[in-house]
């Protein structure tokens, strides 16, 4: 989310500022079952998901939205709104005092409920003179240590060590990472699908592309310590061993 907006003499000032939203996928809708389901998902990431800003992605039955909402703030979520509602999900949404918001691929008019056009893919700083410009790559080549975060807004990060737990790195782009990652790495962080996580020691806490995450206990154990390559398909992480 972005922003640039500043008043200097006014009391209140808009200002820019970049954030992870994690979507929060409900494929149940009874109440008790959400609450067990999140409970027993937090017990297993003890301390990450605290105060941290969620979406709702709605399955077509619709829970009850005030007992989601008080269900994750009990247990310390910060739940912004939820993302591409039906028509039905939307007035749903609005009764319980939630946000109704449109993901970037989806645009204005999905909200509207106006098929999405498709988009151009936007021009690569490679693509010749004139072209336009591309953010240049974050090089990291000092270990990444526990409490650390590195971001590379607007490109890819390329690590050239490591990544200790408890440490986070995000990229807009690729995150490339030719030592171990043992903490959190999270590509694609502003939305693009297509962002991928490449990883020659594979131990993290985490790996997420575009808001899509999977956590260590959901992780195959053959692929742990090996070389990876993580993508996003259809919603879902595809963790490859590379050569």
């Known amino acids: 989310m972005a922003g640039t907006s500043t008043a200097t003499d006014s009391g209140v000032v808009f200002k820019g500022r970049m954030m992870t939203l994690t979507v929060l996928e409900m494929r149940e ?3 008790d079952r959400i609450a067990q389901l999140i409970a027993d998902q937090l017990r297993r990431t003890p301390g990450f998901f605290s105060r941290m800003p969620v979406l709702l992605s709605l399955p077509e039955a619709l829970p009850d939205l005030a007992d989601v909402a008080r269900i994750l703030r009990e247990v310390g979520l910060v739940l912004v ?3 591409d509602p ?3 999900a939307s007035l749903a949404a609005q009764r319980a005092g939630l946000g109704v918001i449109a993901s970037p691929a989806r ?3 999905a909200a509207a ?3 999405a056009e498709p988009q151009r893919a936007p021009e690569r700083a490679d693509a010749g003179p004139g ?4 953010t240049p790559s974050r090089l990291v080549t000092r270990p990444v240590r526990s409490g650390q975060q590195i971001y590379a807004r607007g490109g890819d990060l390329v690590i050239a060590s490591s ?3 408890g440490a986070e790195v995000l990229a807009d782009g690729h995150i490339h990472i030719y030592g171990a990652l ?3 790495a999270l590509a694609g962080a502003s939305g693009d699908t297509e962002a991928r996580i490449f990883c020659r020691r594979f131990e993290p806490d985490l790996v997420a592309i575009a808001g899509c995450y999977k956590v260590a206990d959901a992780i195959d154990e053959d692929v742990r310590s090996k070389t990876v390559q993580v993508t996003l398909e259809h919603d879902n992480l595809t963790i490859e061993l590379q050569e």
């Not at 072209?131 to 591309?134: I, Q």
């Open 81 to 83: 709104g939820v993302l």
């Open 29 to 31: 809708t009874d109440s």
């Open 86 to 88: 039906s028509e039905e």
């Open 131 to 134: 072209g336009s410009t591309r």
């Open 107 to 109: 645009g204005n008019s």
């Open 163 to 165: 990544v200790s737990e």
């Open 182 to 184: 043992r903490g959190r």
């Open 113 to 115: 409920g106006r098929p």
